[in-house]
């Protein structure tokens, strides 16, 4: 706890532990646990977490916080990468993990409604049976809720978008306690501002999503997973931009630099050439997939790729991706006792190679590991820089690399996160990329956060 | 004009003259051409046409009238349908129609920059020879900054989506004459509040828009379109339902009831049944094409429709689509000297079937005349009211019958317009389909515009 707030006061304890009972907890271990991510930056615990039950246990929650002015920083499962969860003005944390059912399945309509607190692989775990899958996935076993937060995207986003696409409707209780719903169950709608949107990505800095309503997709009749590496970089990358540009309807098309890959060996025990590799994917009926497969096949050798080794079985396709998620737990692996600064910046597919390029030439020059992961369909891509939080010129170093990387995809028209959200980590690239259009942010939160009570001190300083 | 505001200030019009010349008009005729658009509504002028040719010259206008807290009205093509362009409290219309350039193809991200006055069509003329073509395609051939401003959708939305999904990034002038860009030109961001999606639909209330980056599609290799009838309105809604719960990736699927296709026939000189109606276009390689066509083609004769007619060479499919889009005018000549009530609802496609069967029974009871066509692929359709604008218990006819359609499609989860914006005519069912959020939207709107004088009295009552 720093010195400029006062901690919570004891009305306010008291009226959230009558409401709540033991499931408020005070405990130094539960704040704690509640104040980091999975990233590099320092745990900034609040001062009391909220297990909440229900929609009006968070309207509850946020009346009393809002009639003292005191923060309140949502929590799904704690995976993000940004220091979004951080506590820095204390608070109160709203663990909104109880919240963790599927209040409907609309087949017809292609369409799910959830608690924030379910998260991706529970979802699909319930829509076993239906023929019907959801195709957000972060590398993490995310919340559904801090996915939306975040404006999360995945493996998948090349061919289904990203949370910003998949999203109809959300439920979310803003600063005052109101209860809104941003939109109907509709595909379209032309009928006012777009607060849907506005509420992605806004990393609960505007209110508490407490209900979501997602698109969900039938799973295709065919599916092909492969694996194949190349001799350079270069080669992979321009295979990926080639493919896009043609307009391929890929599932997934994910690259691995060489570091990572001996990484993910190591990790996932996996045994593939320690080379620049494409993870790829088919959805379609099977002659689809047959029509995709060879276009990708000959672009690929076209760039010097290797043979295509294919994963036909559920249980392979599952172990390749689960390596893929796991990239940046493996990419830890390398050197242990560090933490990842995971980044990640995209650019337009033109642009894509040059930047990884370069960038490549960067890590290379700084002296740290740091594996390229990317979902480069999209123009995308990660590095998970190894750190020491402990040692300033590690994290100097790191700073320095992620500066230039930004700067250089700003500089290609890019933007400097893709997908992994504004947090702590990326608000000082702000005024870079979004100069004038900064000012309107800061005017829609002051607006619907008067008080900035709302996970203060993230994406826009008021 | 009406008493209780002021006409334009001397000042004013001195400040205007001098920036833009003879490109300032105040004539009777051109005022009044800018104050309607192409529905049932009242025109109401502004006080002053501004031919802008330039960002500049709308920031120079927009600050002119800011500082005597003067209205100001975007205006592109006039072809919208609820009343958008009209200058409820007079003021300066901007008419973009001159800034007409598409001022990049960058075709290898499969994205363009246009100016707002390109038409859909123009834009599509220009990409002729590039093999990449923009879907989105209201009826009319309006402007592109206009089809921003109302989240224009059209035929190809099932396959492509809407302007919500194609635009990338937009440069808008706000209240105060600053020029924002709301987005770089990645294909994804999490770089914080999402005002691409807010500006898109705000119907020129937030912010005039100057410059627009759009996706872009490359024209697949094979393309199909057909017609096919059915016996009754059920059928053919039920044979729509199944092809998109089934997952086809059909491009358009387009229902035109009887009564509209008695009237295409009349206006476009086609001789179709005159039955409920499905027009269908198929998009992708050879062999995709076919099995989308044998899915379909089952699915209709499941629901006793007829034998596809089809339209393979790009004159008959150009024939066909403009017939489709000509529909609405074709509707008026039913009844000439009647102005078109156009209204659309969209609902989950689960009550698809029963919203239209419903509407249908209130049109019979009515004694209007009123055709129903839709991109029912997304659950949306309208109906083209034939009034008499002058007719007071005409108009009182068609409110009621469109109030209960609006009202049932509410009840179904769905929306009071998909896509074709609030204007004047929807405002009063903001409250019954948003409840509280509509405060969140009046909040937004006076933090960007705190004096109410862009598009001042559509979408919300401040």
Same sequence: chains 1, 2.
């Avoid at 321009?238 to 690259?255: H, K, S």
């Amino acid at each position: 706890m720093t010195a400029e707030r006062a901690p919570l006061g004891d009305d306010l304890i008291a009226e959230l532990s009558g409401l709540l009972g033991d499931r408020l907890s005070l405990s130094a271990a539960v704040r704690e646990q509640h104040g980091r991510d999975e990233s590099y930056h320092h745990p900034q615990p609040p001062d009391a977490v909220a297990f909440v039950e229900s929609t009006d246990e968070v309207v509850a929650v946020v009346k009393a916080c809002a009639a003292r002015r005191v923060p309140v920083i949502p929590f799904g499962t704690g995976t993000s990468l940004e220091g979004h969860v951080a506590a820095v003005r204390g608070g109160v944390c709203i663990d909104v993990t109880r919240m963790d059912k599927v209040l409907a399945v609309n087949a017809e309509d292609l369409d799910v409604v959830v608690q924030p607190g379910v998260t991706r692989k529970a979802l699909n775990e319930h829509l076993r049976d239906t023929g019907l899958f959801f195709p957000v996935d972060p590398g993490a076993n995310a919340s559904l809720g801090g996915m939306v937060a975040t404006r999360a995207s995945g493996t998948n986003a090349v061919r289904y978008g990203t949370m910003a696409d998949v999203v109809l409707s959300l439920e979310v209780v803003v600063a005052d306690g109101r209860v809104i719903r941003t939109a109907r169950r509709a595909r379209k709608s032309a009928a006012g501002y777009d607060l849907t949107h506005l509420f992605v990505g806004s990393e609960g800095t505007l209110g508490v999503v407490t209900e979501i309503t997602l698109k969900v997709f039938g799973i295709p009749e065919a599916i092909l997973a492969a694996v194949v590496s190349f001799p350079d970089l270069d080669g992979a990358v321009n295979a990926v931009i080639e493919t896009i540009q043609l307009g391929v309807p890929i599932a997934r098309i994910e690259l691995l630099d060489e570091v990572q890959m001996d990484a993910c060996n190591r990790y996932s025990g996996l045994d593939y050439p320690v080379q620049p590799t494409l993870f790829l994917e088919f959805h379609g009926s099977e002659a689809g997939v047959k029509e995709q497969v060879a276009t990708v096949e000959a672009l690929c050798e076209g760039h010097g790729g290797g043979h295509f080794q294919w994963s036909t079985r559920p249980e392979d396709r599952t172990k390749l991706w689960q390596a893929r998620h796991d990239a940046a737990y493996a990419a830890m692996g390398l050197q242990p006792g560090t933490k990842p600064m995971a980044t990640d910046v995209c650019v337009p597919i033109s642009r894509l190679a040059e930047c990884i390029l370069e960038t490549k030439k960067d890590i290379v020059a700084s002296g740290l590991i740091a594996p390229i992961v990317g979902h480069v369909g999209d123009g995308n891509f990660h590095l998970v820089l190894l750190v020491d939080p402990d040692d300033p010129d590690d994290i100097a170093r790191a700073h320095a690399l992620n500066d230039r990387m930004v700067m250089r995809a700003l500089a290609m028209e890019g933007t400097c996160t893709g997908e992994h959200g504004v947090g702590l980590g990326k608000m000082d690239f702000l005024t870079a990329e979004h100069g004038e259009a900064l000012g309107l942010m800061r005017a829609i939160k002051r607006a619907l956060d008067p008080d900035d009570i709302m996970n203060p001190g993230k994406i826009v300083r008021v």
